[in-house]
């Protein structure tokens, strides 16, 4: 219980800090650079997260391909499949 009370009190005092640092024109700018340096890790992270979720949706769709032509020409007639001579 005293660790969540060092917590809220943690939290707490970081905004009041905050809303102390906003006031003065000097710490605006310093916090609207850390904002601009936050949204630049952000954006290069989603974006690094869209092309791995591309890439594995490409594989995925490869693999489903390779099951459904496995499928059909298991399932196919003998007539027409492929002679294993």
């Known amino acids: 219980m005293k660790n969540v009370?060092?917590?809220?009190?943690?939290?707490?005092?970081?905004?009041?800090?905050?809303?102390?640092?906003?006031?003065?024109?000097?710490?605006?700018e310093l916090l609207t650079e850390v904002d601009l340096r936050i949204s630049e890790f952000t954006d290069r992270i989603a974006e690094a997260y869209h092309a791995q979720e591309a890439k594995i949706e490409g594989l995925v769709a490869g693999a489903k391909d390779a099951a459904d032509d496995v499928l059909d020409s298991a399932t196919a007639p003998a007539s027409t499949a492929p002679n294993a001579n």
């Open 5 to 28: 009370l060092w917590f809220v009190l943690g939290i707490a005092g970081g905004f009041v800090v905050a809303h102390l640092v906003n006031k003065d024109p000097r710490g605006q």
